[in-house]
């Protein structure tokens, strides 16, 4: 058992929560008013990326293993991240919180898709094998297929895949029920 903070409740707030109560973790929401009384083992940043910052220069990270679920996308065009294509959203929290063991996780699924029980891929992305481990097995019983998809620098691939996937529901040629899959 692990004790789970997430900033954010909104939409990915609320799956993640229900995913992780279920494996058996204790879970606690923040929202942009309240007050972060305790930071667990595992947080996750469930905001908006251009959130980050304030959330990163107001708590201290050290040694948690803190969940990067951001697609730094360019709502302003729909055409382009906001993090240069050498880099990452991951990344740059990893430069800003050096000692927090930065995980990216959750971004290439759909809110609707980690509702329930149903079982979806999650992929992975961190220089931290013990922090994907952990996260991993704090996630066991949560019907969700996680799956490594190697380091940090990954995250670049995994936040371009979530960017055309938005890209694709916007369009309406998958719905925000959909999404990439994984078969082994
Ligand atoms: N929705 C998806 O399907 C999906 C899929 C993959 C990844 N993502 C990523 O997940 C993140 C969250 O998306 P979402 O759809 O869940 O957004 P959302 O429903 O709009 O929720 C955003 C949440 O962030 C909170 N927030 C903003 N600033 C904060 C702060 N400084 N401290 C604590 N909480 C803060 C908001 O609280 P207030 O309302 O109080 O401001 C709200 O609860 C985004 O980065 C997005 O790119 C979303």
Do not use: C
């Not at 595992?42 to 201290?60: F, K, Q, S, W």
């Not at 990270?61 to 959203?89: E, H, Q, R």
């Not at 000692?99 to 609707?112: E, G, L, W, Y």
């Amino acid at each position: 058992m692990k004790n789970i903070s997430i900033f954010g409740k909104g939409n990915m707030a609320k799956v993640i929560a229900e995913r992780f109560t279920k494996a058996g973790n204790e879970v606690t929401l923040y929202g942009s008013k309240d007050e972060v009384t305790n930071i667990g083992d595992i947080v996750i940043l469930a905001v908006p990326y251009g959130a980050l910052t304030t959330i990163l220069e107001a708590n201290d990270f050290k040694g948690k293993i803190l969940v990067d679920i951001t697609n730094p996308v360019d709502f302003s065009t729909m055409d382009a991240l906001l993090v240069p294509s050498d880099s990452s959203a991951t990344e740059v929290i990893a430069k800003a919180a050096p000692a927090a063991r930065v995980v990216k996780a959750f971004n290439t699924n759909f809110a609707a898709t980690l509702a329930g029980d149903t079982t979806t891929s999650v992929l992975l992305a961190s220089d931290d094998a013990d922090a994907k481990a952990e996260l991993t097995n704090a996630l066991d019983g949560s019907h969700l297929n996680i799956i490594d998809a190697g380091s940090l620098k990954r995250a670049r691939e995994l936040e371009a895949l979530g960017f055309l996937q938005i890209t694709l529901a916007i369009r309406g040629l998958i719905g925000w029920t959909g999404g990439f899959s994984l078969s082994k």
